[in-house]
């Protein structure tokens, strides 16, 4: 069942129930209403009825209760009626006036049925008011009554019916006789009261149905329409599991909870997107990173096995060769063996193995990298401004991998003779490093890509005078794990800048 249908029949459901109670409580209303006139008009009916049984059976003067004060179609005086007042009563007749009553006469209902009972329970005397019509079939009247068996009190009124298949209901009341003498039984047929109750509840029925259709209408077009946007967000949803992640739900109202939903669709498909594409991306730098390492490592792999190869050809039998051999043999092994150990270290920062923190005085790293690459390198000029202590928290080892793969990479690019000058300051909360050349410098282009892994600026520079190009990848690598940033900056010549954070400035290091 689809959310619209349910939503339809939640609806309407609740409507109906609505309508169901209200017809309820509306149709007990106007009966209890209706039932309230018929007692009034029994209490009315049941002194002349009673005077008419009395005279029709010549049991004696005793009569009900005279009617209340209030009667329809005029008022009476409450007690017994004067001795001057006469109601004229014929059985199966109609009521006729005296010219000496100045009150005006009280009619009883047609169909009003009376019976008279002893004492004892026997029915002395019957009979109808049917003004001429057709009387209707007598009603069903319990042998207990008021004064005829049962303890005497006030008036009983209750409902019943006359036998067979065309029974008519009748609302009737006893009362009884001063003295004990016996009661008086008034019945008033319910055949209008139902009548109306029936053309009420066809009424209400017939209402019922036409509101709970239109709005049935109504709510199926409103619903199909507030819902809409989910069926278009649904078939986005297919698109995009066909692999279109460009698709995204349009003509969204922000207003609604729908509309809310589809902003949310479509922020979840942009970060779909996105993170797609950064996967997409760290796939194809894996795959580049793994044809480039496969083909850095051949090349002394080749050379190895060549170099092997000669000693099965004689060379074991000439020294000479045999020495020169295995010396290139041993060099390229360990060529193999530092990119071997410069891969390994990548694959650890690119993991977010923790770094051995310590508080080191950068400018002292500067110093001791500079006095080491001065013994290697003698007749290459570097100037070395780092006097000041310059604490941050940080792994030695690994800053002073930074200050070597920079102040080398600067030497390897730059003519004899030229100066590399490197610097070491403070700038606010950072601790600032720059190592500046006046070399032929780096093409703007490949300034985002220089720190990528085997990435060379210059295609013609060999691997033996270029390296591997893991050097600029590895410093990148390590500053980024001391949440720093590398940077070249604009200008004549090359400028390497290393910004890291200061101990009490950095933030939390993530949890590898």
Request: charged residues 20%; neutral net charge.
């Amino acid at each position: 069942m689809t959310l619209r249908l349910r939503l339809l029949l939640l609806l309407v459901g609740i409507v109906a129930a609505g309508l169901l109670i209200s017809d309820v409580v509306t149709y007990n209303a106007l009966r209890s209403f209706l039932i309230a006139r018929v007692d009034q008009q029994l209490q009315v009916a049941a002194y002349p009825v009673g005077r008419a049984l009395i005279s029709s059976s010549g049991l004696g003067p005793q009569v009900p209760a005279a009617p209340p004060l209030v009667v329809p179609g005029g008022t009476r005086p409450s007690g017994n009626l004067p001795a001057t007042h006469r109601e004229v009563f014929r059985n199966r007749g109609g009521p006729a006036r005296s010219s000496s009553s100045p009150e005006r006469v009280v009619l009883v209902p047609p169909g009003t049925y009376g019976e008279l009972r002893s004492a004892a329970g026997k029915a002395e005397a019957h009979l109808f008011f049917s003004y001429g019509g057709k009387a209707p079939t007598a009603p069903q009247v319990p042998a207990l009554l008021p004064g005829s068996g049962l303890p005497p009190g006030s008036d009983l009124y209750f409902t019943t019916s006359s036998g067979g298949a065309d029974g008519v209901a009748y609302r009737a009341v006893s009362k009884p006789l001063a003295g004990g003498a016996g009661v008086v039984v008034v019945a008033v047929p319910l055949t209008d009261l139902n009548t109306t109750l029936g053309q009420l509840l066809l009424i209400e029925l017939i209402v019922s149905a036409i509101v709970l259709a239109g709005l049935g209408i109504l709510s199926w077009a409103m619903v199909r329409r507030d819902l809409r946007p989910l069926e278009a967000i649904t078939e986005t949803a297919g698109a995009i599991a066909r692999g279109d992640l460009t698709r995204r739900v349009s003509h969204v109202a922000q207003g609604t909870e729908v509309g809310k939903l589809g902003l949310a669709f479509n922020t979840m498909v942009d970060e779909i997107e996105v993170a797609f594409a950064q996967r997409t991306a760290s796939e194809d730098r894996l795959r580049r990173f793994l044809a480039d390492a496969s083909h850095e490592l051949r090349t002394p792999l080749t050379s190895i096995r060549g170099y092997a190869e000669l000693f099965d050809l004689g060379v074991k039998d000439r020294p000479e060769d045999l020495s020169r051999s295995m010396h290139h043999i041993k060099e390229e092994a360990s060529r193999m063996a530092m990119l071997v150990d410069d891969l390994f270290l990548l694959a650890q920062l690119d993991h977010e193995r923790p770094l051995r923190l310590e508080a080191v005085d950068l400018a002292a790293v500067v110093r001791r990298s500079i006095a080491g690459i001065g013994v290697s390198s003698p007749d290459r000029p570097v100037v070395v401004d780092a006097d000041g202590p310059l604490p941050i928290e940080g792994d030695q080892n690994r800053l002073r991998q930074v200050v070597d793969n920079l102040v080398v990479n600067a030497l390897q690019h730059t003519p004899d003779g030229v100066a590399v000058e490197v610097r070491a300051a403070a700038a606010g909360e950072w601790a600032v490093l720059t190592v500046h050349d006046e070399g032929p410098g780096i093409d703007p282009t490949d300034a985002d890509r220089i720190f990528q892994p085997f990435f060379r600026s210059d295609p013609s520079r060999s691997r033996s005078t270029g390296g591997a190009g893991l050097g600029l990848a590895i410093v990148a690598a390590i500053v980024e794990a001391h949440h720093g940033t590398v940077a070249v900056l604009p200008g004549p010549g090359t400028t390497f800048e290393v910004r890291i954070p200061t101990g009490h400035h950095r933030p939390p290091a993530s949890t590898p």
